[in-house]
């Protein structure tokens, strides 16, 4: 009877050491919850942030082909002014009025 009753006074200072455990870990729950909430409004700040980033990068991108294709076409359009321009002197001194003679 004696080690039947020792085992249950085990087992109560068990439980109430575990519940101390419990209240314990409820009180770090409520203390580093304010903390939680923080870090938790700080990823979707950054997922948020990163999404954005993609769009102006992806923006950018865009901008910089479109700058590029234009460059591509102004050099085609000075370097076909040259050759007209080029083509009209070489006719006119070429085959001009002074070479007749």
């Not at 020792?6 to 770090?28: C, G, Y």
Request: glycine residues 6%; aromatic residues 6%; contains cysteine.
């Amino acid at each position: 009877m004696r080690a039947r009753h020792n085992d249950i006074q085990r087992i109560e200072k068990t439980m109430s050491e575990l519940a101390l455990l419990f209240t314990q870990l409820n009180e770090q729950v409520v203390y580093q919850e304010a903390q939680v909430d923080r870090a938790e409004v700080g990823t979707t700040d950054v997922v948020q942030q990163t999404t954005d980033a993609n769009k102006k990068l992806d923006s950018g991108i865009k901008s910089a082909r479109n700058a590029r294709k234009l460059k591509w076409w102004c050099l085609f359009l000075v370097v076909l002014i040259l050759l007209i321009v080029g083509l009209a002197v070489g006719l006119y001194f070429g085959v001009g009025p002074g070479k007749n003679k």
